[in-house]
């Protein structure tokens, strides 16, 4: 089973690249992020024409978030759990029904920037929720993959310059402390497991020649529980999807499991 997480920036702006990514990698699960459109709007009939089941949780030009699966999908949630004023749409989670059921999540975590700022201080707590989830669903001993844009870079070595970014809420030690905090609970980061090599980039800003001059970051990741991490083969990074017509800032990340 391959499953992948793409920050799509704009499903209806970049359908035609959006419909060719899915048409190379034939991948049986798909965690979009940035949909930026509500449901209503998202094009449906086109990527159900390629043989997925969809979930989406839309918002009117920002954000939104959806999961595509060629097998049957159960047990949807709907938003990140612990805070009932929070309506921007960031998370959707569903169990996908393969040979082996697995229970994933599309996570679209907030840029947290300007840093330091109310902005940031949004981006701990929902991080703080996160985990508090990721935890519960631990605790279901099931496979479950967490996919997404977590608009954090965990290493130095993820991006090009980290003097660039040491005032930036994506390098910020209590954004990476908090994501550690996922894998000191029983998480496995799929790239750092499978591959683990330094500047390796799912993102690229489109200002300043940064594609064409490999001025990247690793912010899109697979956090795999002991049940899908014993069972993750490999994970890439499909850099292809960057040079293509009209392309989203960011390339998908596919893990590829014996499920």
Known sequence: ????????????????????????????????????????????????????????HGQKSYNGVAILSKHPIEDVQIGLPGDDEDDQARYIEALIMGETPVRVASIYLPNGNPFPGPKFDYKLAWMDRLNARAKELLSY???????????????????????????????????????????????????????NRGHQYTFWDYQAGAWQKDNGIRIDHLLCSPQAADKLKSVSIYKDARGMTKPSDHVPIIGEFEL
């Open 1 to 56: 089973m391959k499953i992948a997480s793409w920050n799509v920036n704009s499903v209806n702006a970049r359908l035609p690249t959006v419909l060719e990514v899915l048409k190379n990698l034939e991948l049986d699960v798909v965690c979009f992020q940035e949909i930026k459109c509500i449901d209503d709007n998202f094009p449906r009939l086109e990527i159900e024409d390629m043989g997925y089941n969809i979930i989406t």
């Open 141 to 195: 001993e099931e496979a479950v993959v967490l996919a997404g844009d977590y608009n954090c870079i965990p290493r130095d070595e993820d991006c090009y310059d980290p003097a660039a970014w040491v005032d930036d809420a994506l390098a910020q030690p209590e954004t990476r402390g908090k994501f550690r905090e996922l894998q000191w609970m029983g998480y496995t980061e799929g790239f750092a497991a499978r591959d």
